[in-house]
T-cell receptor, first 113, second 114 residues
Framework: DAKTTQPPSMDCAEGRAANLPCNHSTISGNEYVYWYRQIHSQGPQYIIHGLKNNETNEMASLIITEDRKSSTLILPHATLRDTAVYYCIVRPYDTSGTYKYIFGTGTRLKVLA | DAGVTQSPTHLIKTRGQQVTLRCSPISGHKSVSWYQQVLGQGPQFIFQYYEKEERGRGNFPDRFSARQFPNYSSELNVNALLLGDSALYLC?????????????FGAGSRLTVL
């Protein structure tokens, strides 16, 4: 199963861009990268996902390197409400139809006023 | 639209008891997954069900079981509770089709075993 590595914690000033890195050097060609966040023991909230190309939605941008061994989640203008634990997940490809997310310990992002 | 709903939100049990947790997926979602999150750790996969069939099982003992009903709702049962079963139990639903298959999580059921 592909594993991910994230820094345990990061700080970001309010209004600035938050760039959260993730290493997934063992990712396979057909495995997606997902980002979720979890605010104070609520259920994880979906942010964005991608396969090969960079992606952008109303919440964030996802930049995936050409070799797909790492990615960066970008929150363009961080607010205090973005303080959370951010999880980078690579879902193993499984032809049986099993959709199992393997969570690491994530990055605890603290947005500072 | 209603999201993934879980019940109960909080419960307290004693060692050796049994617990049943319930989950209603988003309308139209046919797959339900269960995760356990111990304090300070990321969620761990327990089960996935799709169209009432078990599609995946994580590294959990046989005390953990689940099922999915014809309306796609699901129950997670844990027997012979141990102190270490204290955790946030998360249910997630998805369309269950191929491709990206994004999971939508509920708020969780927090179980405390005394």
């Amino acid at each position: 199963d592909a594993k991910t590595t994230q820094p345990p914690s990061m700080d970001c000033a309010e209004g600035r861009a938050a760039n959260l890195p993730c290493n997934h050097s063992t990712i396979s060609g057909n495995e997606y990268v997902y980002w979720y966040r979890q605010i104070h023991s609520q259920g994880p909230q979906y942010i964005i996902h991608g396969l090969k190309n960079n992606e952008t939605n109303e919440m964030a941008s996802l930049i995936i390197t050409e070799d797909r061994k790492s990615s960066t989640l970008i929150l363009p203008h961080a607010t205090l409400r973005d303080t959370a634990v951010y999880y980078c997940i690579v879902r193993p490809y499984d032809t049986s139809g099993t959709y199992k997310y393997i969570f690491g310990t994530g990055t605890r992002l603290k947005v500072l006023a | 639209d209603a999201g993934v709903t879980q019940s109960p939100t909080h419960l307290i049990k004693t060692r050796g008891q049994q617990v049943t947790l319930r989950c209603s997926p988003i309308s139209g979602h046919k797959s339900v997954s269960w995760y356990q999150q111990v304090l300070g750790q990321g969620p761990q996969f327990i089960f996935q069900y799709y169209e009432k069939e078990e599609r995946g099982r994580g590294n959990f003992p046989d005390r953990f079981s689940a099922r999915q009903f014809p309306n796609y709702s699901s129950e997670l049962n844990v027997n012979a509770l141990l102190l270490g079963d204290s955790a946030l139990y998360l249910c997630a639903s998805s369309l269950g089709s191929s491709g990206a298959n994004v999971l939508t999580f509920g708020a969780g059921s927090r179980l405390t075993v005394l």
